[in-house]
């Protein structure tokens, strides 16, 4: 089994920063692609952002130019920058991981336990 261990959520006022953390421990042989997603209250889970094994990234419209995703493969660790944050920006961001355990094994999703953003205004 494969373990997310997200931090870095908070409270934080409008226009200000945080910096997510998702790290994997467990069996795994190679990731592909990681993201974060987040759920407000009352919404549906949304893509926020992801990043390829190569390095490609893709954002949300909402957040692009503020919110910064990158990954270290050597620690299996997915970060998120977000700057000049928003109230609307509140939610429970979750990290998500497409990974092998071995060579030439199906791609499993494992998703974190979720943090909690709140901006205020």
């Known amino acids: 089994q494969v373990q997310l261990v997200e931090s870095g959520g908070g409270l934080v006022q409008a226009g200000g920063s945080l910096r997510l953390s998702c790290a994997a421990s467990?069996?795994?042989?190679?990731?592909?692609?990681m993201g974060w997603y987040r759920q407000a209250p009352g919404k549906q889970r949304e893509l926020v952002a992801a990043i390829t094994s190569g390095g490609s990234t893709n954002y949300a419209e909402s957040v692009k130019g503020r919110f910064t995703i990158s990954r270290d493969n050597a620690k299996n660790t997915v970060y998120l920058q977000m700057n000049s944050l928003r109230p609307e920006d509140t939610a429970v961001y979750y990290c998500k991981l497409s990974y092998r355990r071995v060579l030439g094994g199906f791609t499993i999703n494992s998703w974190g336990q979720g943090t909690q953003v709140t901006v205020s205004s």
């Open positions: 467990g069996t795994i042989f190679s990731i592909n692609d």
